[in-house]
């Protein structure tokens, strides 16, 4: 278990098209339990690959309930995600990156999606998600696909206080 170094903007793997995973091997396991204590540790309620410098379609989220906080912080872990279904209504939320530090800006995300993807065993999985959990799918997934919040941002500023949860 190894905290790894988080990637930030510039930086050119975070504007890669990451690879898909074929091999679900004890490697993969490894690099999986780095991205999630690399992402409590920063801390952050998402991280994907690319974000530690490895260009591969991983990412974990670990989250609760936005609305009830006795719902313990679930953890998802997908592998080669991607967003099947998503609904029509969009609505705005502030995001952070870690990935791009000091910064938050708003973002109009789907309500709910869809994410197809596999299991840390090549098991294929499958989730619905709403609400920020959406919106953290969506961010993450922008960032196997080397998009960044900020490119779909319609105002970026710099926050009082960093308070936010960054993904
Ligand atoms: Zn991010």
Redesign the pocket.
Known sequence: MTIRKITTFPEEVLRQEAEPVEIFDEDLAKLIDDMVDTMREAPGVGLAAP?IGISKRIIVIEFGDEEDETVPNQLYVMINPEIIKESNDKVPGIEG???VPGVVGNVDRSLAVTVRGQNIHGKPVKIRAQGWLARIFQ?EID?INGVL?TDRAEEIWKPEQEDLDT?
């Open positions: 974000q990156c870690l990935s961010h960032h919040y993904i």
